[in-house]
């Protein structure tokens, strides 16, 4: 199974700024996934992430708010830019391992006050 | 595009009983299925999947679920809960293109609340 650690596990953050999540995994994968989990919801793919190449957004996603970073195949980084209460959330890296097992880390718990 | 509906978004049972959570799913493609336990403060662990092949699928901690695609579902089931299965229970689906299954569709999510 992969590991997966992500920094900061938690934050509190004034709104207008932006913050940068890191994921790092303890093997080498192609593809990394970024999930948004707001309060008392679901969770929904914010984007894919491929070494080398401009992360993919999901529809209601832009780059501008969440640019995304993959320097090489186990660490990826996502910003939440210019916060707002609404971005409060759950922040989940996830990978692709073996025979299809996606894998998630434990998240990183967003307020913005 | 898919769905998925959990039907349930609390399930309070005693420990020892049988429980079912329930999710359906609609798509216009075959899909990969998937039920993940977060439990309080964590983040996800994948509990079983649905691939291909034999429809009754086992998963860790004594779980498993049936893939019905006739009805489309794949609830989950566990013939006798501990408190330790306190949780809350996602189930998502990703379309069978041949890909990566990192596309994940989810539900809103199931509490069970296991009680003494």
């Known amino acids: 199974s992969a590991v997966i650690s992500q920094k900061p596990s938690r934050d509190i953050c004034q709104r207008g700024t932006s913050l940068t999540i890191q994921c790092q995994v303890d093997?080498?994968?192609?593809?990394m996934f970024w999930y948004r989990q707001q309060p008392g919801q679901s969770l929904t793919l914010i984007a894919t992430?491929?070494?080398?190449?401009?992360?993919?957004?999901e529809s209601g996603f832009v780059i501008d708010k969440f640019p995304i970073s993959r320097p090489n195949l186990t660490f990826s980084t996502l910003t939440v830019s210019n916060m707002s209460p609404e971005d409060s959330s759950i922040y989940l890296c996830s990978v692709e391992g073996r025979w299809n097992t996606i894998y998630f880390g434990e998240g990183s718990w967003l307020t913005v006050v | 595009a898919q769905s998925v509906t959990q039907l349930d978004s609390q399930v309070p049972v005693f420990e020892e009983a049988p429980v079912e959570l329930r999710c359906n799913y609609s798509s216009s493609v075959s899909v990969y299925l998937f039920w993940y336990v977060q439990y309080p403060n964590q983040g996800l662990q994948l509990l079983l999947k649905?691939?291909?092949?034999?429809?009754l699928v086992k998963g860790i901690n004594g779980f498993e679920a049936e893939f019905n695609k006739s009805q489309t579902s794949f609830h989950l089931r566990k013939p006798s809960v501990h408190i330790s299965d306190t949780a809350e229970y996602f189930c998502a689906v990703s379309p069978n293109y041949g890909g990566s299954q990192g596309n994940l569709i989810f539900g809103k999510g199931t509490k069970l609340s296991v009680k003494p």
């Open positions: 649905y691939l291909s092949g034999s429809t």
């Open positions: 992430a491929n070494q080398g190449s401009e992360a993919t957004y």
């Open positions: 093997s080498q994968v192609t593809m």
